[in-house]
């Protein structure tokens, strides 16, 4: 079952019905569901579906030419296909005026071999294939590759696109239609487990419990998932070693590259050469703080990956365990303690999503236009503080706190984030808390009584849903 992703599909098929030659380019992580995107849109439409597995140019045109005479029923002693030049001319000849899908996957794989291949396109899409009802479709997962060859502004396809999709992974909300029986709490969990990869996503039995998944599917070396992480970079880094204590520390939270540096095993270079290279992979990013604050706020980097955050947090360090047969110790004694505090970093980020929702729905006090979270020092305090959200527009802030420990809120919860706040200097400000237990009655009492306080719980997450 295909899930999510329907903003593409229903742009794609736009594209699809509209006459003329189009061409789109799609790219993304390795696993993030391109090639499964593709399908679901071509699964109704005649289409040459072409993945260069071959990491040779001449089998992969022999498997191409090979491709292109089945569908079209061409005989190979009347068709001559030599070259790639030849088979573009070959398709474009038989499709004439009909609307055919034509889609070149993985695209690298030929840049790889061939780096003439996009200059080869560029030449036939400006020669015959503009005139024609040719719908293609060119994916790939190198994102500095795909940048450079085809969206880059001195690359010549990236002037004959039609449109492009950067493939991101599924947020929270999307990816609750893979676990859909599970309660909200377990929604949460999982989402926080897994992340948004539709890869990750679909290792899991969702008709047994959390608790026998992460043994059963993680846990057990066997699995698919258990050493996935190190599977997934061997091929893109060498310095495996300084991208594991990296990624490790930013498992437990965010940090600067201060903060990093000053951890005595990294070496400079190879701290900002590895930083580099994970940040290329989408993996993490560097976050700047939203919102204008007396002293200028922070920068920190953040693991983007829910999975990869887990599998740092619990598995990197803790393998020695598993290898002993230890996983019912390891889940109950290490990953149990410290659930929580993971699943509370990425609650937040679900309370952003929640927050975006009802922002393009017009559901709150202003529409904001830049949103994610602020840390610095706070002179007030004077101390470094933390907002888990601020959303901004104009002389407008929203300040969200997002609770995922056992306890209701309370009052002096409420009260610190608006002193915290002050720092802040907008002239209008409104405060969201975001909690799964709930709130004191006083807590209650007090946002009836202050229209600029928001309370919002699980219960409201999950009817977006």
């Known amino acids: 079952m295909f899930i999510g992703r329907s903003f593409e599909i229903e742009q794609l098929n736009k594209l699809c019905t509209r006459p003329g030659f189009k061409f789109a380019i799609l790219y993304g992580r390795r696993k993030v569901g391109k ?9 109704d439409k005649e289409t040459l579906f072409y993945i260069p597995e071959e990491h040779n140019e001449y089998l992969a045109l022999n498997s191409f030419r090979d491709m292109i005479l089945k569908h079209f029923k061409l005989s190979s002693s009347k068709t001559q296909i030599n070259s790639w030049e030849d088979a573009f001319r ?37 020669g015959r294939m503009k005139e024609s009802q040719i719908f293609l479709i060119i994916s790939g997962s190198s994102s500095s590759l795909m940048e450079k060859e085809l969206l880059s502004s001195k690359g010549g396809l990236s002037g004959l696109r039609t449109a492009q999709f950067q493939i991101e992974p599924l947020n929270f909300f999307e990816s609750a239609g893979f676990f859909p029986q599970a309660s909200i709490i377990d929604k949460i969990k999982y989402y926080s487990t897994l992340g948004g990869m539709p890869q990750y996503l679909s290792q899991f039995n969702y008709s047994r419990n959390y608790d026998s998944n992460v043994i059963e599917f993680l846990l057990n070396k066997s699995s698919y998932l258990y050493d996935e992480p190190a599977c997934y970079l061997k091929p893109e880094l060498e310095d495996l070693k300084t991208a594991g204590k990296i990624l490790s ?6 940090f600067n590259l201060d903060r990093l540096s000053e951890k005595n095993f990294f070496m400079c270079e190879d701290l900002v050469y590895v930083i580099k290279k994970l940040k290329g992979l989408n993996l993490i990013s560097m976050r700047k703080s939203i919102g204008r604050s007396e002293r200028r706020p922070w920068s920190v980097y953040r ?10 947090r619990f598995l990197y360090k803790n393998r020695g365990l598993i290898d002993m047969g230890m996983m019912e110790y390891l889940y109950q004694n290490k990953i149990m303690k410290e659930l ?8 937040e980020d679900i309370c952003l999503q929640f927050l975006k929702k009802l922002n393009s729905g017009f559901q709150l006090p202003f529409v904001f236009e830049a949103v994610g979270s602020w840390i610095g020092y706070n002179p007030l305090l004077k101390k470094p503080a933390q907002m888990d959200i601020t959303a901004t527009s104009g002389d407008n802030i929203l300040i969200g706190e997002c609770k995922w420990n056992g306890t209701a809120v309370r009052m002096n919860t409420v009260l610190s984030v608006i002193e915290k706040a002050r720092t802040l200097k907008y002239a209008n400000k409104f405060y969201c808390f975001f909690s799964r237990t709930g709130y004191s009655d006083e807590v209650i009492k007090f946002s009836i009584n202050n229209p600029d306080i928001f309370l919002f719980s699980l219960s409201d997450i999950e009817k977006l849903l």
């Open 35 to 43: 090639t499964a995107l593709i399908k679901e849109f071509t699964r």
């Open 90 to 126: 070959v398709i474009c000849e038989e499709a004439k005026d009909k609307r055919i899908v034509v889609v070149l996957d993985e695209f690298p794989y030929l840049a790889q071999e061939n780096p003439s291949i996009s200059s080869i396109i560029q030449k036939v899409i400006e």
């Open 249 to 254: 520390l930013l498992s437990t939270g965010d």
């Open 303 to 312: 693991l983007e990956d829910n999975f990869f955050r887990f599998w740092y």
């Open 340 to 347: 929580n505090s993971h699943v509370g970093y990425i609650f």
